[in-house]
């Protein structure tokens, strides 16, 4: 088992930056993902980043303002986010690759452990 704790959220204006945090029990060398949701749409990829954290993977909406990084150190991963959009309003969740690997496509059931998320509010 893999527990998963997020945090960092909060409300924010329109511009600003937010860290999220990943924390993981036990190691942590492995593909980790976030993903984020608004109350009645699909869930969304948003970034990727591989065990070693040479190789990431950005959503669209998100490239060229949010960075996935970690410290296997600290079995953390993160999730630096500028430039924010009302739009990226969402509870935001980390979530472990542990059994199969991840091709860092943003493939939702590649992942077997998942957070309990954090809200991320960005006003106008």
């Known amino acids: 088992q893999v527990q998963l704790v997020e945090s960092g959220g909060g409300l924010v204006q329109a511009g600003g930056s937010l860290r999220l945090s990943c924390a993981a029990s036990g190691r942590s060398n492995y593909a980790m993902g976030w993903f984020r949701r608004v109350p009645g749409k699909e869930r969304e990829f948003v970034a990727a980043?591989?065990?070693?954290?040479?190789?990431?993977n950005y959503a669209d909406s998100v490239k060229g303002r949010f960075t996935i990084s970690r410290d296997n150190a600290k079995n953390t991963v993160y999730l630096q986010m500028h430039s924010l959009k009302p739009e990226d309003t969402a509870v935001y969740y980390c979530?472990?690759?542990?059994?199969?690997?991840?091709?860092?496509?943003?493939?939702?059931?590649?992942?077997?452990?998942w957070g309990q998320g954090t809200q991320v509010t960005v006003s106008s």
């Open positions: 980043i591989s065990g070693s954290g040479l190789n990431t």
């Open positions: 979530a472990a690759a542990v059994s199969r690997g991840s091709s860092l496509r943003g493939i939702a059931q590649e992942y077997d452990f």
